[in-house]
């Protein structure tokens, strides 16, 4: 089963390109900076969370605004993926229902293109890394691995967020109030070690925390990620992938009858 899937989604790779660029154009064809503003958008919310959490609250993070960005972009990247995936299967329905197309097609297009304005995010990243930053090191070589931890984790939620969506239509707004707190409970904006021992427990039972540290670490520190915390990223991420794809490809062949 997983070999054919894969081999419809290579069968139609012009098909997911054209979807990804599509979803690219849609999404800055009324902005006046285009692709410019993955890179303000960030920048403008370091600006606002520095203010608010290195100025008023004074947590003691030093090179916060490095700290932040390398854990608010790839919780971005998470974020926006799973909510637009989240309603893609609905909003595409009258294509699928027309023609055969794998329905797996939207949620990794729009995995993708997500993909891709991550990837225009973190340049003001890097550009501030040397001047803020401990600057350049050989760790960052690693980001390849917490980058594909935290695709396999976001397509897996994509995965049973869009099948949900079929036939729950509220799980699409009970997620985006979910989100919200599911950030504080990543440790973003915040240090670990402010979080009381007796709590430390609720973050690590976040899946996102163990991702988000092994992308930080190389950045932030600019030393490789603690195994253990690898090992556990690998796991949440794979777990993720592996029941998302079971969920949405059990119920695939009957999405066209709800839509």
């Known amino acids: 089963m997983l070999k054919e899937n894969i081999t419809e989604l290579i069968q139609f790779k012009d098909l997911l390109h054209n979807l990804v660029i ?5 999404r800055y064809k009324r902005s006046m900076l285009g692709f410019f503003w993955s890179m303000l958008n960030p920048l403008l919310n370091t600006i606002v969370f520095t203010i608010i959490f290195s100025t008023i609250f004074r947590f003691g993070v030093k090179s916060f605004i490095i700290y932040f960005l390398s854990g608010y972009q790839l919780w971005n990247f998470f974020a926006q993926s799973t909510v637009a995936s989240s309603h893609c299967l609905l909003n595409n329905g009258p294509l699928f229902k027309r023609i055969y197309i794998p329905k797996a097609i939207f949620v990794i297009s729009t995995v993708i293109s997500n993909l891709f304005n991550l990837s225009l995010a973190l340049i003001p990243l890097f550009i501030l890394l ?34 949900t969506a079929i036939f729950f239509h509220d799980i699409i707004d009970m997620y985006q109030i979910f989100l919200m707190p599911w ?22 039972l976040n899946p996102m925390f163990y991702i ?42 009957t999405f066209v009858y709800y839509i």
Not at 22 to 26: A, E, N, P, Q
Not at 153 to 158: A, D, E, L, Q, R
Not at 231 to 239: G, H, R
């Open 212 to 253: 988000v540290e092994c992308f930080r670490w190389p950045i932030f520190m600019g030393e490789l990620p603690h195994l253990e915390t690898c090992c556990l990223a690998l796991l949440v991420a794979t777990v993720s992938l592996l029941i998302g794809y079971l969920v949405f490809t059990k119920y695939a062949d």
């Open 130 to 163: 040397p001047i803020l930053g401990k600057g350049f090191h050989l760790s960052l070589l690693f980001l390849p691995v917490p980058l594909l931890f935290a695709v396999m984790f976001t397509v897996g939620i994509s995965f049973l967020l869009s099948a």
């Open 22 to 26: 599509r979803d690219l154009t849609v």
């Open 183 to 204: 950030m504080y409970l990543t440790p973003i904006v915040y240090p670990l070690d402010i979080v009381p021992k007796k709590f430390l427990f609720v973050l690590k």
